[in-house]
T-cell receptor, first 112, second 114 residues
Framework: GDSVTQMEGPVTLSEEAFLTINCTYT??????LFWYVQYPGEGLQLLLK?????DKGSNKGFEATYRKETTSFHLEKGSVQVSDSAVYFC???????????FGTGTRLQVFP | DGGITQSPKYLFRKEGQNVTLSCEQN?????MYWYRQDPGQGLRLIYY???????QKGDIAEGYSVSREKKESFPLTVTSAQKNPTAFYLC?????????????FGSGTRLTVV
């Protein structure tokens, strides 16, 4: 069935370091792909998305490119800040509905 | 401003009691969803509804029930049949027109069995 696999956390970085959080997926057809961010004690917020192969989603310095050949949607940021500390979820949309399948989440901890 | 409101933020339940979690949205979204979040397990879908008066089971529906009598509201009842209800519950909504715009989430309800 359709699924999303994320790298296990926590990912611990110093401020201004480069971030990569890996996400791969298994799906029939051509899913849309999303990254959501969850700050402590809150719900999830949409960070970025891509709807077709080779699309690049970007927001707040974060980027992810939809790679059909490797079935991946890795999240990157060139210089992280302490305020980026949160849990990041990769997700895919299946079929013609908006129902999403989420990965298990990756916790990012950024230290000054 | 439009959004999703979940209440209460914290809820305590005694063993054997049913409790109902509220979810209200004023985004005019057709679809609504309930997820359960446990540490290290990500989000698991409990129930979802694509239109009023209709809903479908998700992956972990046992011990839960929902209703969708109004477009704006999708309450979740955690029944005494749910053996391990302590978790963070998230409600979400989407346009569900197949546009792929993603969900809008509420801020969650943390349920603890005491």
């Amino acid at each position: 069935g359709d699924s999303v696999t994320q790298m296990e956390g926590p990912v611990t970085l110093s401020e201004e370091a480069f971030l990569t959080i890996n996400c791969t997926y298994t799906a029939t057809g051509y899913p849309s792909l999303f990254w959501y961010v969850q700050y402590p004690g809150e719900g999830l917020q949409l960070l970025l998305k891509a709807t077709k192969a080779d699309d690049k989603g970007s927001n707040k310095g974060f980027e992810a490119t939809y790679r059909k050949e490797t079935t991946s949607f890795h999240l990157e940021k060139g210089s992280v800040q302490v305020s980026d500390s949160a849990v990041y979820f990769c997700a895919l949309r299946i079929g013609n509905t908006d129902k999403l399948i989420f990965g298990t989440g990756t916790r990012l901890q950024v230290f000054p | 401003d439009g959004g999703i409101t979940q209440s209460p933020k914290y809820l305590f339940r005694k063993e054997g009691q049913n409790v109902t979690l509220s979810c209200e949205q004023n985004l005019n979204h057709d679809a609504m969803y309930w997820y359960r979040q446990d540490p290290g397990q990500g989000l698991r879908l409990i129930y979802y509804s694509q239109i009023v008066n209709d809903f479908q089971k998700g992956d972990i529906a046992e011990g839960y029930s929902v209703s969708r009598e109004k477009k704006e509201s999708f309450p979740l009842t955690v029944t005494s049949a749910q053996k391990n209800p302590t978790a963070f519950y998230l409600c979400a909504s989407s346009i569900d027109a197949g546009t792929g715009v993603g969900y809008t989430f509420g801020s969650g309800t943390r349920l603890t069995v005491v």
